[in-house]
T-cell receptor, first 114, second 120 residues
Framework: DSGVTQTPKHLITATGQRVTLRCSPR?????VYWYQQSLDQGLQFLIQYYNGEERAKGNILERFSAQQFPDLHSELNLSSLELGDSALYFC?????????????FGPGTRLTVL | AQKITQTQPGMFVQEKEAVTLDCTYD???????LFWYKQPSSGEMIFLIY??????QNATEGRYSLNFQKARKSANLVISASQLGDSAMYFC?????????????????FGKGTLLTVNP
């Protein structure tokens, strides 16, 4: 158990819909990262937040957005869903301070778009 | 160009033998980090080992060691005394980014993975 929690574990929805994925980082970790893992794209970094502020952006679509709240939990919002958005979405956390090298991954949310 | 290349889509090893999983990387940064993660069939990502670009010694964590050859830009994972539970997908990843005041903008780039099967 990495200490990172993600809800829900599974999500099935239809094209055009909007969903929210939630992540709680490990106690004390200030950075949260979101990743998408799909069969055709592999593991892709989406976005990073540190202590409530966006720090780095990867291959995140404009239909996707994220935020980190004062209690440090984070949400990833996916809108106008398409079949190709079906994937495993991981959240990871790290201390986010100098010397913090490791990212701890949550169990993931498996999104299926029908 | 791919930043992380794992040339072995699949590998087989006999239980109790050692196996090396290959990883080459491409970066122009002087400071970077290299990771290996394990993903069993259950789907979770498990951190195995980390090597910083300035670390002179190869990293070791129990049965895992990272063979870091900076000039060749390779960071191969060596698993000694393989166990049946080692059967999983293994991902090599590279951290780029820099430390900023109050935080960092690290991000990870992953390779496509190597599926390791340990045979009894």
């Amino acid at each position: 158990d990495s200490g990172v929690t993600q809800t829900p574990k599974h999500l099935i929805t239809a094209t055009g819909q909007r969903v929210t994925l939630r992540c709680s980082p490990r106690s004390g970790d200030l950075s949260v990262y979101w990743y998408q893992q799909s069969l055709d794209q592999g593991l892709q970094f989406l976005i990073q937040y540190y202590n409530g502020e966006e720090r780095a952006k990867g291959n995140i679509l404009e239909r996707f957005s994220a935020q980190q709240f004062p209690d440090l939990h984070s949400e990833l919002n996916l809108s106008s869903l398409e079949l190709g958005d079906s994937a495993l979405y991981f959240c990871a956390s790290s201390p986010g301070r100098e010397g913090g090298n490791e990212q701890f991954f949550g169990p993931g949310t498996r999104l299926t778009v029908l | 160009a791919q930043k992380i290349t794992q040339t072995q889509p699949g590998m087989f090893v006999q239980e109790k033998e050692a196996v090396t999983l290959d990883c080459t990387y491409d970066t122009s940064d002087q400071s970077y980090g290299l990771f290996w993660y394990k993903q069993p069939s259950s789907g979770e990502m498990i951190f195995l080992i980390y090597q910083g670009s300035y670390d002179e010694q190869n990293a070791t964590e129990g049965r895992y060691s990272l063979n870091f050859q900076k000039a060749r830009k390779s960071a191969n994972l060596v698993i000694s005394a393989s166990q049946l539970g080692d059967s999983a997908m293994y991902f090599c990843a590279m951290r780029e980014g820099r430390v900023l005041s109050g935080g960092s903008n690290y991000k990870l780039t992953f390779g496509k993975g190597t599926l390791l099967t340990v045979n009894p």
